[in-house]
């Protein structure tokens, strides 16, 4: 079974209690819990990670590079100005691999600093303001 590797970057673990207008009522756990659901329904495996650190997503980037993974990754706060998060996705995409960008809210309808992702440009395709609709989306994408 193919396995897809699921990112999640700073602040992302807090759904739920975090600006729930924004980020909406699920938590975290129940994220999780709709995302394996849907990879199992799609046949896909998944492997769920969050961290609040950029080494450590950065890591896992490489990770998937070398285990040929197509990733999505919802790289919260690191979206709009982590050029090191950007660089690594850019490996993946160019040899080959998917990376998809999704958001739970939509960053252009809100504040400017929002408007800017570096990682777009080297995603596969970004998904936004769909809420964990835009994971399982990006699921689909990548089951087909
Ligand atoms: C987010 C949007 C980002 O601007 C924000 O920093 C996040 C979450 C989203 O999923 O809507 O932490 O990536």
Redesign the pocket.
């Given at each position: 079974m193919r396995t897809v590797l699921v990112l999640n970057?700073?602040?992302?673990a807090h759904l739920g209690n975090r600006d729930p207008e924004v980020?909406g009522s699920a938590s975290y756990a129940n994220l999780v819990a709709t995302v394996t659901a849907e990879a199992v329904a799609l046949g896909l495996g998944t492997d769920i990670r969050q961290s609040n650190d950029e080494a450590e997503l950065i890591g896992w980037l490489h990770e998937a590079l070398a285990q040929k993974q197509d990733v999505i990754i919802?790289?919260?706060?690191f979206?709009?100005y982590s050029y090191a998060l950007r660089d690594a996705a850019e490996m993946l995409t160019k040899s080959g691999l998917k990376l998809i960008e999704?958001?739970?809210?939509n960053?252009s309808a809100?504040e400017g600093f929002?408007h800017t992702s570096v990682i777009s440009g080297v995603a596969t395709g970004t998904i936004?303001g769909l809420g964990i609709n835009s994971y399982l989306l990006a699921l689909r994408f990548l089951a087909n």
């Open positions: 970057g700073p602040n992302l980020y919802n790289p919260a706060a979206t709009h999704v958001h739970i809210s960053p809100r929002r936004a």
